[in-house]
């Protein structure tokens, strides 16, 4: 038998109010009355980023100046980051500098 229309939508909501919950974390306290603050592992932000994806929920940087200033921050990371070529020459002079001549391959 076939779950209902009604069941399944009533499943994803629970779904969505669940991961919306985890997502912003929360603070627990210990016998001793100290708090702390849970934040959500890379597992829970991985299911909430597969479920936006499966229903095809999408966000606009352009609308947002959050995600605008990360995708800003993201692309500077990737331009600092030294090429390949400038990496192997670095690891071929080092290896040189122990005596170690050329790297293989």
Same mark, same amino acid.
Do not use: C, W
């Given at each position: 038998? /076939?779950a %209902?229309?009604?069941?399944l939508? %009533? !499943?994803h ?5 669940a !991961? /919306? ?16 603050v849970?934040r959500? %592992?890379?597992?829970?932000l991985?299911a909430a980023?597969?479920?936006?994806k499966n229903n ?5 940087p352009?609308?947002?100046e959050r995600?605008?200033?990360l995708g800003d921050? !993201?692309?500077?990371?990737r ?7 400038e ?7 080092f290896a040189?500098s122990?005596g ?6």
């Amino acid at each position: 038998m /076939a779950a %209902s229309t009604k069941t399944l939508g %009533s !499943l994803h909501e629970l779904v969505a109010q669940a !991961l /919306a919950e985890q997502v912003q974390g929360y603070t627990e306290t210990d016998d001793e009355g100290n708090e702390r603050v849970v934040r959500p %592992s890379p597992a829970v932000l991985g299911a909430a980023i597969a479920f936006l994806k499966n229903n095809n929920i999408t966000a606009d940087p352009e609308g947002n100046e959050r995600l605008r200033a990360l995708g800003d921050a !993201l692309k500077a990371r990737r331009e600092k980051r030294a090429p390949q070529a400038e990496l192997d020459l670095a690891a071929e002079q080092f290896a040189a500098s122990l005596g170690g001549g050329r790297l293989m391959q």
